[in-house]
């Protein structure tokens, strides 16, 4: 059951108590000048009637090196939409949503430029299989590098649904839906910010895929879904916008991980499963149902 959380309140005295352990990744930074308005920050999160999880995660200290260079993230990069049936580290995931809006200044600076620091996006985690949390929905925390809990179930089948039936989104263990709340920036640069915050958008995104190439997770970004079913499923806030829905996993047909992070590969299994489905090839309409349902071909390499 999804819970209303207000606009986007949480206990910031209970995350800063929390202790992090370390783990291993890729770095990619920049910073800013001040930090975003958010309101209703001294409002604890809440996870739903009758919840025993908890509330807030700690995330594992995210890593600033690795072995895969910047360039060679860069190279090997592409969409990936089939997963293996295994589930994902919580180190894994708190680096990739390091790498999208991580804190990386004592001033504020974030992992992706903003204009003015307005920091108008925020991150969703939609888990089915990640080690260390239960299904469900997770809000990032960026100054505290912490999870806290918007809504307990595994909530990945709708969100697939409300992604034009894309499969990958309901088949991955994690989809990380990149939100907007654009009076952030708005505020300061009129109707002007309402391109700076997809523009930001681009920037987080772009950040994720190559932090998971780096991890040697496959990855894809998805813009095709109604905006009001993915608000529904989500329980966003009347002024939150979905921007992007990034579903994320190990790649199918990857035996175990090699030295290089992207793993030994082998033939594809066949695995059964459900046929894939979603917008046809080359479309990608956002906001609404316009793009059709159904088989679709073959989505080229991207």
Sequence with gaps: MLTDH????????????????PVVGLLVACTGDDAPDRAGDDDAPTTGAGSTGPAVVALPEPSRSGDVPLEEALARRRSGRDYADRPLALRELGQLLWAAQGVTSAEGGRTAPSAGARYPLELLAVTRDVEGIEPGVWRYEPEEHALSAVGTGDRSGPLGEAS????????????????????????????????YVVLEAGHAAQNLLLQATALGLAAVPVGAFD?????????????????????????????????????????????????????SAGTCHHGSREAPRGARAKVPPS
Excluded: K, M
């Design 164 to 195: 034009l039936d894309q499969t990958w989104v309901s088949d991955a263990p994690v989809s990380i839906v990149v939100t907007g709340v654009p009076e952030r920036t708005t505020g300061r640069y009129g109707e002007r910010g309402e391109r």
């Design 6 to 21: 207000g606009r986007h309140g949480r206990s910031r005295r209970a995350l800063r108590s929390l202790v992090l352990v």
């Design 227 to 279: 905006d009001a079913e993915v608000r529904e499923v989500l329980g966003l806030a009347a002024d939150e916008e979905p921007l992007y829905v990034v579903p994320v996993g190990r790649p199918a047909g990857v035996t175990a991980p090699t030295r290089d992070g992207g793993g030994a590969r082998r033939p594809p299994s066949g695995r059964p499963g459900r046929p894939r489905r979603g917008p």
